[in-house]
């Protein structure tokens, strides 16, 4: 079946330094993405999101990029702290719907910033 | 302002025992959603409640498994004659239920099986 597929279980990066984190979906149906960051001992928290007639949407040091054509999503975090270190989810919405509401969670990267 | 909240926080419990975890959603969320987590793992969908439409259960491992939502806003979930498979973290979230709002989760109950 389709789903949502993280392309790095772990990622390194320098304290200051930005990080992308990549997540690839193939169904095409989805047209809702969600960004998730889930501390040690916490519940998801959620990032930022964006519909699928938008390619880019900017928070607060975050930025998502939505690739339709090859059906990428990406997270960007800029002048990464010790606070970012944690895992990442991103989650998909089917416009159909479906079990789950449609919503369909990929495993999670784990971000770790070295100082 | 309050998020959602979950209790208990932790729960220990013996095999064959029936334990009740709790789910406080935000206010005005009319959708609420039951994951688990395993150690390491993704989130595993349980069940979805959204109004006063019929829940989908879809996602629940087996008949040892339910959940209740009352009058619209806290849910129990019940797990009977618990095994040492289901210690997990249990997750609830709740959100506006529009087709573009996200979910917002509570810091789940870390059930332990022993």
């Known amino acids: 079946g389709e789903s949502v597929g993280l392309h790095l279980p772990t990622l390194s990066v320098q304290e200051g330094d930005n990080s992308i984190i990549n997540c690839a979906y193939s169904?095409?149906?989805?047209?809702?993405f969600i960004w998730y960051k889930q501390e040690s001992g916490k519940g998801p928290q959620f990032i930022i999101d964006?519909?699928?007639?938008?390619d880019k949407r900017q928070g607060q040091r975050v930025t998502v990029l939505l690739n339709k054509t090859v059906k990428h999503l990406s997270l960007q975090i800029a002048a990464t702290q010790p606070g970012d270190s944690a895992v990442y989810f991103c989650a998909e919405k089917n416009r159909s719907g479906g079990g789950a509401d449609g919503l369909t969670f990929g495993k999670g990267t784990h971000l770790i910033i070295q100082p | 302002g309050a998020g959602v909240s979950q209790s208990p926080s932790n729960k220990v419990t013996e095999k064959g025992k029936d334990v009740e975890l709790r789910c406080d959603p935000i206010?005005?969320?009319?959708?609420l959603y039951w994951y688990r987590q395993s150690l390491g793992q993704g989130l595993e969908f349980l069940i979805y409640f959204q109004g006063n439409s019929a829940p989908d259960k879809s996602g629940l491992p087996s008949d040892r498994f339910s959940a209740e939502r009352t009058g619209g806003s806290v849910s129990t979930l019940t797990i009977q004659r618990t095994q040492q498979e289901d210690s997990a973290v249990y997750l609830c979230a709740s959100s506006l239920a529009l087709g573009y709002s996200p979910l917002h989760f509570g810091n789940g109950t870390r059930l332990t099986v022993t």
């Open positions: 169904n095409s149906a989805s047209d809702y």
């Open positions: 964006i519909r699928s007639n938008m």
């Open positions: 206010s005005g969320h009319t959708a």
